[in-house]
């Protein structure tokens, strides 16, 4: 009986939900949330200590070296933690986990923290908006990202440190604040058309469509923990986020940066949690559709392109920004510039 009248609504749901998480996913005004580089800035100001405080720049694989040992433990506790704690939660197959008996290349660690591996994850500063430019070359963003970049990634503000180089607390955190969207979670479902999407246990991507350029990355920086009962049953790949999931990896692996010396890397660790707590402070990261109810919003989005839908922000799709199905590589993507990220 149950089942028969769950099917029907299922399906609907699904639809309806499917179409406006398409339409959001292409509206930049809506959707925008980026630059959290910029957005921390208000917070790390109040802080004098943060902004006169230096740490010297450290090259990952020296914190990967240095406590091998200390990763494969914390990693284990965050693995275990997560199983017991998050609906949902994929654990990391065993093949790709951080033990002693292996060298501890950043290309492991990028395995087994789940992580887009084709970033550099550089030395850099993204300047705070206060300090004089260096009077050597900056950055291009595609030292940075394989991503195309909108506007103000696009503009000079990235420099590379040298490693022992001094740098304020408060740029290092503000610079790793905003790398979690510079491709870090994109490609990691099966479906993403990347290798180490094959790997990496995630499964199939549960929303969202794998075609746009930031789309895959949505399940990590959104997170739907407060859904109703009729959304969770008709649409359960809802539940499928892991926000939480990187907030308590990264938070953990600061902890062990900075109990064992790696200040450099306590700080940009935390800088990458802190990026997901920022996402999750943004309406349309936190709940599928804000300000509009289940029913609402199911009629709202079978009328297509009615009075609501333009109400609450959601346009009909636009095909122009769909993007080429990815290659195996995600740098072979073509870029959408002026795309924005969440
Ligand atoms: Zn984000």
């Not at 740490?55 to 506790?77: C, K, N, S």
Request: charged share 20%; with cysteine; proline share 9%.
């Amino acid at each position: 009986m149950k089942r028969t009248l769950i099917r029907p609504a299922r399906t609907t749901l699904n639809q309806a939900i499917a179409a406006a998480f398409l339409s959001v996913a292409l509206v930049c005004p809506v959707w925008a949330w980026s630059d959290h580089a910029s957005l921390v800035w208000p917070l790390l100001r109040s802080q004098p200590e943060l902004i006169h405080q230096t740490v010297a720049a450290v090259p990952l694989e020296a914190f990967l070296i240095a406590e091998q040992e200390g990763i494969a433990r914390t990693l284990a506790a965050v693995e275990s933690w997560s199983v017991a704690t998050i609906e949902h939660y994929p654990p990391t197959p065993e093949d790709l986990r951080w033990e002693t008996g292996y060298a501890p290349t950043a290309e492991r660690f990028f395995a087994a923290i789940r992580i887009n591996p084709m970033l550099p994850y550089r030395l850099y500063v993204d300047l705070s908006p206060e300090r004089a430019q260096p009077e050597r070359a900056p950055l291009a963003w595609s030292e940075l990202s394989f991503l195309g970049g909108g506007t103000s990634q696009l503009d000079a503000r990235y420099w590379a440190l040298a490693p022992g180089e001094p740098v304020s607390i408060a740029e290092v955190i503000a610079s790793a604040n905003d790398e979690p969207d510079f491709g870090m979670d994109i490609g990691l479902f099966e479906d993403n058309g990347t290798r180490f999407g094959q790997r990496y246990g995630f499964g199939i991507q549960p929303f969202g469509n794998p075609n746009l350029e930031y789309s895959s990355q949505a399940p990590f920086h959104m997170g739907f923990y407060h859904l109703d009962w009729l959304t969770r049953t008709a649409q359960p790949s809802l539940l499928r986020t892991y926000p939480l999931w990187r907030i308590a990896l990264f938070g953990e692996l600061a902890e062990l940066a900075f109990s064992t010396g790696h200040d450099y890397w306590g700080w940009r660790f935390l800088g990458w949690g802190l990026h997901y707590v920022g996402d999750l402070t943004q309406p349309y990261h936190a709940i599928p559709l804000p300000g509009v109810g289940t029913v609402d919003a199911l009629w709202s989005v079978v009328q297509g392109q009615d009075r609501r839908a333009g109400a609450v922000g959601l346009q009909p799709p636009r095909r122009d920004r769909v993007l080429p199905v990815p290659a195996a590589d995600p740098r072979a993507r073509s870029p959408a510039s002026g795309q924005r990220r969440c």
